[in-house]
């Protein structure tokens, strides 16, 4: 079925499976009390940020395992990697929401933000959201605009950064082995 | 009395029972050379022997090797035959830290004031690989290795170290202390 | 149009989840005004809270007025550890989650990249997984099971259920090598063939447990103390728990038959017979009752997935795709491509299409989620980890309203929470 009618629709997905719905940020707390109240969507299982910094620069060279095997017909299987497309803009939050019928149908609402915008909370339509968002927040530094305790949640309360985006270090120490100078 | 004998004779039975002809090893000559220079008299090793054999631990588990070391009270493996099955929650009370578990920056302060909070003489096992360097975790967020805060005395490797590898490690702080050899903040001069 | 608007106070009206953070009790400013509130920390370091929890909680005498809870004292960094990691060394990881429920993170990660890679496991490693994650359903409950009996002054429970649940690593270890943190799953199916002598000492467990618990429940379902302790505390709704996002045991306890082997079944569970648990009042006792119910459950899905390996002697018990699973080791005695393959995938690692997947299952405590986002290389790009005692924690400021502090003891200990899923 087609979800153009979700307010705020950008586009949809098919892949591996799952369904993903894009909408605009701005419009994200009509789209999500649609889908709660019109379609269903009553548990929110988990809110991810994703961080695409660096995302398709790094061609890669080499064999693309396929269940099926190399296809001489078919680009990109033989030889180079196809860069993967390029995504609207940095972050992107996806929620992922479960409706309690059997069958168990699942959706991604997805949000595409850059760095400094903010996205709506959802709090009021998800009570669960709250310790989500926070996370977001903490760990990669997506502004929830509306929530009503946007503070660190993993972190120190004084930690600065963001560790979870592309641009943290992994942090850590290096790793001396004996007989070293 | 058992003060009396030397320390190379309270030793690590289960090898021998496996490996009849099996003389001491080296860790039992080293500890049999220290306890020789140190020296002790009857009283302090009486003093030593009291302490190990009632040496109470410290409710410090923190994730997966927690649940080992929670396994160590359970009936298979046993520990009050050591006199240890009395984990203290309050520190005041405990003697020995056993930091089971991976130690993120947020909870090395209260590790650090736990261990200020314990009565000398205290003693610190560093269970498992994330206590002992940090673990498969080297990042951002997990301390690399407890020693870094605290002075540790045995450090047990595993991920999470079975049962009888942690009694293992007991026993052999057990030693040292008959040994005589003091805990490890005055070992390495820090402040305890 | 931007919606950003101050929350009212009073927006979950018609609930019992406190307002305007659904996750904080605070306390009335009456109350603070009185100068009785007396503001106590559960430290990280306690022995009750099941890990290191920090609970700062406002005490009126003997009852709880405001609660807070402060998590992150166990933060590891695993998500972005696994993104430094090639697809294959990154399956060690998710296990430490949950340490409890060790396989079931392994498995939903695992199930992740085949999800991507789009393979077709063979039904032997299917079972063997189905009966490996049981297993650990009934590892899980027998710690929950002995620590909540610990804390509630069942001291005993303690060491039974650590009786069984040694029995049970044994099985691990006989299996896999290793008590915990067994890594016996791999992209496409198990590591290693299952060994002979299993499914003999498999079946002598199946039949010590039934046992084992009904000792449990006669000691506890009708005991007064239990019944006086966890009979009406801690009570949750069904529409609070599925506003809150609770699953597994805390929201069948709740009165709401969900469990995602029946509702969405994975692995071999459209196969097996058993029942779901759903109890209605939404207390502690009802969640014990869940638990209590779902350890028989699962010895009755172990004896099944037993029949069914008995009889798949011989089978392959991993994909045959040579470009995610390594050779067997004769082969590369002859075999060039072989050899090559051996080292493209443990140099390299194999690649996974791109793609964003996510993944549930039921674990022990709920749904236990996986978000992966691939590039097509070798490295996972994204790996995030739905943890399921990170939204149970969430419900403990609803379930607090008229909590004593031994109450306070039991709810937690009753949402059954494992720290280093809520900090990963």
Redesign the interface.
């Given at each position: 079925m087609s979800w153009e009618h979700v307010p705020g629709y950008v586009s949809e997905k098919e892949a591996h499976g799952e369904q993903t719905v894009v909408v605009e940020p701005d419009q994200l707390v009509e789209a999500a009390l649609h889908l709660r109240d019109e379609e269903g969507f009553t548990f929110l299982s988990d809110i991810s940020p994703t961080d695409y910094l660096g995302w398709g620069q790094k061609g890669v060279a080499g064999y693309i395992g396929t269940t099926t095997g190399r296809d001489l017909n078919r680009p990109a299987s033989q030889g180079f990697q196809v860069l993967p497309e390029l995504k609207p803009k940095r972050f992107s939050m996806s929620y992922h929401l479960l409706a309690l019928r059997p069958g168990a149908p699942r959706l991604r609402l997805q949000v595409w933000v850059d760095d400094g915008e903010p996205v709506p909370s959802v709090v009021e339509v998800w009570p669960t959201a709250d310790w989500h968002e926070r996370e977001a927040w903490d760990l990669m530094g997506i502004r929830i605009e509306g929530h009503p305790n946007l503070a660190r949640i993993i972190m120190d309360d004084d930690w600065e950064g963001h560790p979870l985006r592309k641009d943290y270090p992994i942090g850590g120490e290096p790793v001396r082995f004996s007989g070293e100078e | 009395m058992a003060v009396n004998r030397p320390l190379r004779e309270h030793g690590l039975k289960s090898e021998r029972v496996l490996w009849r002809g099996k003389g001491p090893s080296s860790f039992e000559n080293e500890v049999d050379q220290l306890e020789q220079a140190l020296g002790l008299t009857t009283l302090e090793k009486a003093v030593a022997w009291a302490q190990t054999k009632s040496m109470w631990p410290d409710?410090?588990?923190?994730?997966?090797c927690?649940?080992?070391m929670?396994?160590i009270?359970?009936?298979?493996y046993d520990i009050a035959r050591f006199g240890m099955e009395a984990?203290r929650?309050s520190p005041r009370q405990a003697d020995l830290l056993i930091v089971s578990?991976?130690v993120?920056?947020?909870?090395a302060a209260?590790l650090r004031q736990?261990y200020d909070q314990m009565l000398e003489p205290k003693w610190v096992i560093a269970m498992g690989a994330c206590a002992s360097s940090?673990g498969?975790?080297?990042?951002?967020?997990?301390l690399?290795g407890v020693d870094k805060i605290v002075a540790v005395d045995v450090y047990v490797p595993g991920?999470?170290p079975?049962p009888e590898a942690l009694m293992e490690g007991i026993i052999r702080l057990h030693e040292r202390v008959l040994a005589g050899i003091p805990p490890a903040y005055e070992v390495r001069g820090v402040a305890s | 149009m931007a919606v950003a608007q101050r929350p009212r106070a009073g927006i979950y009206e018609g609930t019992r989840i406190p307002s305007p953070i659904p996750t904080v009790l605070q306390v009335t400013d009456e109350l603070r005004e009185s100068g009785d509130i007396l503001q106590v920390n559960f430290g990280p370091n306690h022995p009750s809270t099941h890990g290191v929890l920090r609970l700062i909680v406002d005490l009126n005498g003997e009852e709880v007025v405001g609660l807070e809870a402060v998590i992150g004292y166990l933060h590891t960094g695993f998500e972005k550890n696994m993104e430094q990691k090639t697809w294959w060394k990154a399956i060690t990881y998710p296990e430490r989650i949950d340490y409890v429920a060790f396989q079931n993170n392994e498995y939903v990660f695992v199930a992740a990249i085949e999800q991507l890679l789009g393979l077709e496991i063979p039904p032997k490693a299917v079972w063997m997984r189905t009966l490996l994650c049981e297993l650990n359903r009934l590892h899980s409950h027998l710690v929950w099971l002995g620590t909540s009996g610990l804390e509630l002054g069942a001291i005993s429970m303690f060491w039974y259920c650590f009786r069984e649940r040694d029995q049970i690593l044994d099985l691990f270890e006989l299996v896999t090598g290793y008590r915990m943190h067994t890594r016996y799953f791999q992209a496409g199916g198990l590591a290693e063939d299952i060994p002979r002598g299993f499914y003999p000492e498999c079946r002598k467990f199946v039949e010590w447990m039934p046992k084992a618990i009904d000792d449990y429940d006669n000691l506890l379902r009708r005991n007064e103390i239990w019944l006086e302790r966890t009979k009406g505390v801690g009570l949750l709704s069904a529409a609070d728990a599925i506003a809150l996002g609770q699953s597994g045991p805390v929201l069948r306890a709740s009165g709401v038959n969900w469990d995602l082997r029946k509702a969405q079944p994975y692995l071999a569970y459209a196969e097996v017979d058993f029942d779901v648990p759903v109890y209605p009042h939404g207390d502690v006792y009802d969640r014990y009752r869940v638990h209590i119910d779902e350890m028989r459950q699962s010895v009755r899905i172990v004896e099944q997935c037993l029949d069914v390996l008995e009889g798949m002697e011989g089978e392959p018990w991993i994909v045959d795709d040579r470009k995610i699973v390594l050779p067997p080791r004769e082969e590369l005695h002859t075999s060039m491509e072989s050899l090559i393959h051996h080292f493209k995938i443990v140099t390299e690692g194999y690649r996974v299409p791109e793609g964003e997947v996510y993944v549930a299952i039921e674990a022990p405590r709920g749904e236990m989620g996986c978000y992966v986002v691939s590039d097509g290389g070798p490295r996972p790009w994204r790996v995030k980890f739905r943890g399921t005692s990170f939204v149970a924690l969430e419900a403990t400021a609803t379930c607090m309203s008229n909590a004593l502090v031994a109450d306070l003891i039991a709810i937690v200990g009753s949402l059954d929470t494992v720290m280093g899923e809520v900090d990963r």
């Open positions: - | 409710t410090f588990g923190l994730a997966c927690a649940i080992e929670m396994a009270v359970s009936s298979r984990f929650a578990g991976r993120a920056h947020k909870m209260p736990i940090g498969m975790f080297n990042n951002y967020t997990t690399q991920c999470p079975r | -």
